[in-house]
């Protein structure tokens, strides 16, 4: 084993020779260097696979053989081997990346980043604490020395502040080592942890100013001006040694030093860092310098790896791989931000847009930030995800409701930034300029991170191997995006193929499963092939969707909670970039990213208590909580139904939807929507309604489910464009499947379960034939069409055949999902919720109606003469969607026999009895067959009685019309379809005003003038920020000594 | 039940019987409403006339396919609304089809001539069709709530959804009738008729003394023929199904007619009374007092 002491030695000795050797090229120096940070890696390396391979105690080395302060002391243990790894390796990297600058300055330069990087070993080596504060010096000195390697006023500003700051902690620092050398009479770190709880009360003097001092290292709120003057002011790659290097190290700092306040330095740390989470996150809100982002950001995740620690005593055995996966997270994703935005060289967030320049520079941006924000399969997943379980298992409902928060706002920025870049017009920006210098790590870093994602997941448990395994396909189907479209498409189809293939065997036997994973791959199939009318290489598409039905396949065939979530996750990242791909879909993508993310942390907590109240994460979990149960479903219950467009949570959709392609559009609405009724199963499964709080939460869901219907149909009937009509139809549909279950009986739920089944044939046809026409016409706007019917004969019969099947009018299907509902309402006597649901489906006839007639009927446009009938590649899977409504509108008892049998366990009472096929209840009675029989028979015998009387009828000219003795020849002057409903709308437009949007959008101005506020503390003066820490240390004395201790 | 193909006759006989009496009605009610406003009128078996008129015109032109079925839709929803609702109580003959459905196949076989009547019209281009269309789909999405709250509250008072079976209920004379035990929702349906009997102050649908404006705009000939036999019939089937549920329903074919009379005359003297409203109007119209009272009908249930 090579002798740790070596990775100091070779610092010094190549920074020393670095000097003597001005001669040498500068690129041989700066090759030296990076062998020599190599080499220091590579020895701690060395002993890290030493200590994970072998059970085994490090050494301690001395040199020159004397005690401390007077030699140093060093201690190489499996932590410090780790830890010593980051550092090193992120000195090859920084140093790698700082290549231009390096160069430029010369060996001066590389000398100082070398005894940086020595520094920061040394601060974790070291066993004594006089040598730490020395290495802290160094590692100071020569940060401010980087720092100032652009000599521009921002930097020289940034540096000075940083240069008085760490002079004052610094100072700190000694006088509390100078006390604790008074009391104890050593400096030995090991013998000052046996010593300091004996000799010392904890909260005393010397603890405490130790302890504030490396607190303020990992510059806590609001003593932090400074630093984060130091991320903005800092050139990129030094930024990213600071996040990452110099933070990991300070870090460590607080992990060896902080047992020397004893219990209240834990629960100081804990405020502190939770604090400075949530606040530095807030205060970034409105924030629009990406460097400041970053910095705020990066506060604010070691603020909450800081406060992990000092709640570690609380998270028991997974504390350490809470705090490493998030660390190792940040460490990876934040250095890789700051490296790229070095490469974009500009501070707003706006002018990001330019990296989409660069796809595979943009890619890494996208995994940095989900990475980030603790989306799967990132390390920061599977660490927040235990975070919360272990916080909220020993009742720190407060902690990790605050967490959630700060990760909410988190969220908000990071994805506003990246959702920015991803749809802002870049036209005018040049391409960002990268080399090998700068372009390299961070792609070691982003690639790293899946790795890194794994190795966390094996720790964890919960995940299995098919969590990734298909990652690799979606990854490969990424690197084959050169190709032309319909080969990607056909690789997609043959990956979606193979995984139903995996999965029938895991929900063969389970209805319930089988309902789901039919619909969800399924629609990948229908989807998959509707996409081949698409030309050229439509990049990105394919990886996303993948991406998609992968966590919806997983969210199937979870057997436990974390299984649930991964999946819950990953289908929202792949869904987010579906639905932002439209031209105008940047707010609303982002907004669906942000409810989708409040969900998911909801939703988290809720399993949280689960989890606290069943003792494991199995699916089961679910089922009786008794820890705050009322907040466990509720907040399951919220989760999902950001994803089911509930009222309050449905703002997102329309637009979202709305300005989504045809293929997109199906798969969002048809499919995606039902990932949201999958959780509210579980979650009402589990919760039953036998419990008075469950009859709460169940009363008020059956409200938001049946005004949700309400709203949805209301808000369709005043569109104009197509899609939006059809997004927010989507919205009034998912209202009467939430409405169903709310009512947790036999018929509710079959009809929930129908709906479900049924929303995803005809709104599917809908979805790609209306996309389809859509883009033949080139516009959704319904008015701007008319007389299609004559164009587009195949697709007027599907959509004709859907909207029968919407409005539920017999002899279609849909009208069994409307029996079932009257003969609930009236045997559960739920006449209020019903009647609301039932004016609901009343009013969806003015949309349906508006949609058909617009489009095919009336007036046929000049511009659209020559229009095209639908891509048969969409008219196809329509059509077999089609067949399967004919089918089940002859026989529903096909569907709704085995719904029924699976119900009849959970729903024993009120059950739809079937003989042959006539259903009935309690109630009423229908057969479908008869129905049909008789009313197919009048059909075709008024049919042919019309044929007979009517045999010699021509057909007329357009403009062959009776209008009053003019004659009409503008199409456009005779096709009544824009503001169709006026009239409807003047007497209850009062219920499609968007008071949801505007309390969404006061939330949004609030939490934007919270953080204006906050942020005025920043005033960039450097005495303000030295008071702010002065002010820091005595609140926090005040505090500790009034309260804590 | 089972199929009996033998119902096949009987129901088609009941279709004639009530398409007759629809027709019948249809010169009465002109009728009345001339001599309340000082007027002869037209004579009583002039639709009769019509009819035979509207079939013998030689001309006829079409606008396209759905054009042509959209009467074809209409009549077949008119006729299916009676070939599931029972005519005579206690009669096979004229039970029809209702034990193939309920209530609800009734309301919703409802939309079902509409719709197609709608999109026929629709594809005629002309413009005071679709404006019709929009109208009257607007005024009939509220008319049906305080509809759909006096059938809930039928039926949760019957303890079912069956129309048979809820005539079945108010034998024994009028005291067991809904009318008479369930006053509050029969006074929603009767308000709810109003609603969509085409009849002042809820006829601005077809606006029938201004400009031709409506569903039937583009129609004539065969075409008109066959809108005006769903004329006849599309009618007298709500009426029948509101004898039903409210007043007893019909143990022979004079009380269903004497009844069917009756209760037609409802609209018809509110629409000679009362002036016409505008969609709007008739909108939150429908949203006060019968809504009110339907909340109230199933709040008493």
């Given at each position: 084993m090579i002798n740790p002491i070596l990775i100091i030695a070779i610092a010094l000795g190549t920074a020393f020779s670095l000097g003597l050797l001005k001669k040498l090229g500068r690129e041989l120096s700066f090759a030296i260097t990076l062998i020599a940070l190599a080499a220091m890696a590579f020895i701690s390396a060395q002993w890290l696979s030493a200590f994970l391979t072998y059970n085994m105690l490090g050494p301690v080395v001395t040199t020159a053989g004397g005690r401390a302060p007077f030699v140093i002391v060093l201690q190489m243990g499996h932590m410090e081997a780790l830890f010593t790894l980051l550092i090193n390796v992120m000195g090859v990297m920084g140093a790698f990346y700082l290549h231009d600058r390096l160069t430029e300055n010369g060996n001066g330069a590389m000398a100082v980043l070398l005894a940086g990087i020595m520094g920061l070993n040394g601060i974790i080596l070291t066993g004594d604490i006089f040598n730490l504060f020395v290495f802290l010096e160094i590692a100071s000195i020569a940060t401010a020395g980087l720092v100032l390697l652009v000599t521009d006023f921002k930097s020289l500003t940034a540096g000075f502040k940083y240069m008085l700051a760490s002079g004052l902690i610094s100072g700190l620092f000694l006088l509390g080592i100078i006390f604790l050398y008074n009391t104890?009479?050593?400096?030995?770190i090991r013998e000052l942890l046996i010593a300091v709880p004996g000799t010392?009360?904890?909260?005393?003097v010397a603890s405490f100013l130790v302890m504030m001092a490396i607190l303020l290292e990992m510059k806590p709120f609001p003593a932090n001006g400074w630093g984060i003057d130091l991320y903005s002011g800092a050139p990129a790659g030094v930024s990213a040694l600071i996040a990452s290097a110099s933070a990991t190290a300070a870090y460590f700092v607080l992990i060896k030093l902080?047992?020397?306040?004893?219990t209240v330095a834990y629960k100081i740390a804990a405020a502190v860092g939770i604090t400075t989470f949530v606040a530095s996150n807030l205060v970034a809100?409105?924030?629009?310098s990406a460097t400041k982002l970053l910095g705020y950001s990066s506060i604010g995740q070691m603020g909450l790896v800081v406060g992990i620690y000092g709640l570690n005593y609380h998270l028991g055995s997974k504390a350490f791989l809470i705090i490493f996966s998030l660390l190792g997270t940040h460490y990876l994703a934040k250095a890789g931000l700051f490296w790229l935005s070095g490469i974009v060289?500009?501070?707003?967030?706006?002018?990001?847009?330019?990296?989409?320049?660069?796809p595979v520079l943009f890619v890494l941006f996208g995994i940095f930030v989900f990475a980030l924000m603790g989306f799967?399969?990132?390390p920061s997943f599977f660490g927040k995800w235990e975070l919360i379980m272990g916080l909220v298992a020993s009742k720190l409902y407060w902690w990790a409701g605050a967490i959630l928060l700060g990760t909410m706002f988190e969220g908000i920025y990071l994805f506003r930034w990246f959702s920015r870049a991803l749809k802002?017009?870049?036209?005018?920006l040049a391409k960002p300029r990268s080399t090998i210098y700068t372009f390299v790590p961070p792609l070691v870093f982003a690639i790293l991170l899946f790795p890194a994602g794994y190795y966390t997941s094996t720790y964890t448990?919960?995940?299995?191997i098919m969590g990734f395994a298909p990652l690799l396909f979606i990854m490969l189907i990424g690197f084959l995006d050169f190709l032309p479209a319909y080969i990607k498409n056909i690789l997609s189809i043959a990956g979606v193929a193979a995984y139903s293939w995996y999965l029938w065997p895991h929900v063969q036997g389970n209805t319930f499963k089988i309902v789901f994973a039919g619909i969800f791959m399924g629609g990948a199939l229908l989807a998959l092939f509707a996409g081949?009318?698409?030309?050229?290489?439509?990049?990105?598409f394919y990886p996303t969707t993948l991406l998609m039905f992968l966590g919806l396949g997983i969210l199937v065939d979870a057997s436990n909670l974390m299984e649930l979530f991964y999946g819950w996750e990953l289908m929202t990242i792949g869904s987010y970039f579906l639905l932002i791909?439209?031209?105008?879909?940047l707010p609303h993508g982002y907004s669906y990213l942000l409810f989708s993310l409040g969900g998911s942390l909801a939703m988290m907590f809720g399993f949280g208590l689960a989890h606290a109240s069943?003792?494991?994460?199995?699916?089961?979990?679910?089922?009786?909580?008794?820890?705050l149960p009322a907040l466990a479903y509720s907040l399951m219950l919220v989760g999902f139904m950001t994803k089911t467009a509930?009222?309050?949570?449905?703002?997102?959709l329309p637009g979202a939807h709305g300005e989504a392609v045809a293929d997109i559009h199906f798969m969002a609405s048809a499919v995606l929507l039902k990932a949201g009724v999958f959780g509210i199963i579980l979650v009402l499964s589990g919760m039953g309604n036998s419990e008075p709080y469950a009859r709460n939460i169940l009363l008020v869901l059956g409200w938001i489910g049946a005004l949700t219907a309400l709203i949805g149909n209301i808000g369709a009937a005043f569109q104009e464009s197509a899609k939006y009509l059809l997004a927010w139809s989507s919205i009034g549909q998912l209202g009467y499947i939430v409405f169903g279950l709310a009512t947790m009986t036999h018929l509710g739920w079959l009809a929930a379960y129908g709906y479900t089944i049924t929303h995803f044939l005809y709104k599917g046809i809908l979805f790609l034939i209306i996309g389809g026409i859509a883009f033949r016409v080139g516009t959704?706007?319904?008015?701007?069409?008319?007389?299609?019917i004559k164009r587009m004969p195949f697709s007027f019969l599907a959509v004709l055949i859907s909207i029968i099947t919407l409005a539920g009018?017999?002899?279609?299907?849909?009208f069994t999902g409307k029996w079932i509902f009257y003969n609930m309402i009236v045997s559960e006597h739920m006449f209020y919720q019903g009647l609301v649901v039932i004016i609901s489906g009343i009013v969806a006839f003015l949309y349906l109606f508006r949609l058909i007639h617009v489009i095919f009927l009336g007036q046929l446009k000049d511009k659209n003469r020559r229009v095209k009938e639908v891509y048969p590649w969409l008219l196809i899977p329509a059509y077999a969607m089609l067949i399967g409504v004919m089918v089940l509108s002859m026989f529903p008892n096909t569907l709704l026999g085995p719904l029924g049998r699976m119900l009849s366990t959970a729903f024993p009472k009120g059950a739809l009895h079937w003989d042959g096929y006539t259903a009935s209840t309690a109630y009423g009675t229908f057969n479908m067959p008869i129905i049909m029989a008789v009313i197919g028979s009048t059909f075709a015998v008024v049919f042919l009685w019309l044929l007979l009387a009517n045999r010699r009828a021509v057909k007329v000219k357009q403009?062959?019309?009776?209008y009053s003795g003019e004659a009409p020849s503008r199409p456009e002057l005779t096709h009544?379809?824009?503001?169709?409903f006026a009239h409807y709308k003047k007497a209850v437009g009062f219920m499609a005003v968007p008071l949801v949007t505007r309390f969404w959008d006061q939330v949004s101005e609030g939490l934007h003038a919270l953080a204006g506020y906050g942020r005025?503390?920043?005033?960039?003066?450097a005495q303000s920020y030295l008071f702010h820490i002065v002010g820091f240390v005595v609140a926090i004395y005040l505090i500790t000594m009034g309260g804590l201790s | 039940m089972n199929f009996d193909p033998m119902k096949i006759p009987w129901s088609l006989l009941g279709l004639f019987i009530v398409f007759c009496i629809g027709m019948f009605i249809r010169g009465f009610v002109p009728k009345i409403t001339a001599r309340v406003g000082k007027r002869i009128g037209i004579r009583i078996y002039q639709p009769w006339f019509d009819y035979v008129k509207n079939f013998s015109i030689q001309t006829s032109i079409t606008h396209g396919y759905m054009f042509y079925l959209g009467p074809v839709f209409r009549l077949t929803g008119g006729i299916g609304m009676v070939l599931f609702?029972?005519?005579?109580?206690?009669?096979w003959y004229f039970s029809n089809f209702a034990f193939a459905g309920d209530m609800v196949l009734f309301l919703y076989l409802m939309f079902f001539g509409t719709l197609g009547m709608a999109l026929g019209a629709g594809e005629s281009g002309h413009p005071y069709s679709a404006i019709g269309v929009a109208r009257g789909l607007a005024q009939v999405t509220v008319a049906e709530i305080p509809l759909v709250l006096a059938m809930l509250a039928v039926a949760a008072q019957h303890h079912t959804l069956s129309i048979s079976q809820i005539v079945a209920a108010q034998q024994?004379?009028?005291?067991?009738?809904t009318m008479v035990t369930n006053p509050v929702a029969t006074a929603t349906g009767m308000l709810a008729l109003l609603g969509s009997m085409?009849?002042?102050?809820?006829n601005v649908v077809l606006?029938?003394?201004?400009?031709?404006?409506?569903?039937?705009?583009?129609y004539h000939g065969t075409f008109l023929g066959i809108l005006t036999t769903n004329r006849s019939i599309f009618p007298m089937a709500k009426i029948i199904f509101f004898m039903n549920i409210f007043?007893?329903?019909?143990?022979?074919w004079a009380i269903l007619i004497l009844k069917g009379w009756l209760i037609y005359m409802w609209p018809v003297i509110v629409g000679v009374v009362f002036p016409r409203f505008r969609v709007d109007q008739s909108i939150r119209w429908f949203l006060k007092v019968p809504l009110l009272l339907g909340i109230l009908a199933v709040a008493l249930v």
């Open positions: 104890t009479g050593t400096l030995n010392i009360k904890a909260g005393s902080l047992p020397l306040g004893g809100l409105s924030q629009r060289q500009s501070t707003e967030i706006d002018k990001w847009s330019a990296l989409r320049k660069s799967p399969p990132f802002l017009d870049n036209q005018e448990g919960g995940i299995g081949f009318y698409r030309r050229g290489k439509h990049l990105g791909r439209g031209e105008r879909s069943a003792g494991t994460i199995e699916l089961s979990a679910l089922n009786h909580i008794h820890v509930s009222l309050g949570f449905h703002i997102w959704a706007d319904m008015y701007k069409m008319g007389g299609l009018i017999p002899p279609l299907v849909g403009f062959n019309i009776f009544f379809g824009y503001n169709f005025a503390i920043y005033t960039g003066n | 609702m029972p005519l005579i109580h206690g009669s024994g004379g009028i005291a067991h009738w085409m009849n002042s102050p809820f606006a029938p003394q201004e400009i031709p404006i409506g569903p039937p705009t583009e007043f007893g329903g019909a143990t022979n």
